[in-house]
């Protein structure tokens, strides 16, 4: 129950954000995903599905970016996409990289909120 949990916090951190801005309604929330974060973007999505009942983001959306990997790659000097994320070697040259750059990450990069209408 990994992505469930996940879900969860992702829902507390977009309430928190809508209480901030006078109770807005949560419209969508766009989070980035690595590769090799662990998380399977379609679970995720079906837990939001479950989690987002009875809250402020019951309407909302979950979008999700999937982040490839790439390394810091030694030969070449800059930056590369990984080869896959079972072998951290750099895609153009296949030099084995120690530092990956990019590709772990799991986070909310932005929330889309719209302000209570008052009647
Ligand atoms: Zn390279």
Avoid: N, W, Y
């Avoid at 690595?34 to 399977?40: L, N």
């Avoid at 079906?46 to 989690?51: K, M, Q, Y």
């Avoid at 772990?104 to 209570?116: D, K, R, T």
């Amino acid at each position: 129950m990994h992505e469930l949990s996940i879900a969860m916090s992702i829902i507390d951190i977009a309430c928190e954000e809508s209480r901030t801005r006078g109770d807005a309604r949560v419209i969508a929330v766009h989070l980035k995903i690595g590769r090799m974060s662990g998380v399977v973007s379609e679970a995720l999505l079906s837990a939001f599905e479950l989690a987002r009942e009875d809250t402020l983001l019951a309407a909302a959306e979950l979008k999700i970016e999937d982040m490839p990997v790439r390394v810091h790659c030694p030969q070449c000097g800059c930056e590369q996409l990984a080869d896959s994320i079972q072998c951290l070697c750099c895609s153009v040259c296949g030099t084995l990289s120690p530092e990956i750059t990019q590709g772990c990450e799991l986070e909310v990069v932005a929330m889309e909120l719209e302000p209570m209408e008052v009647v």
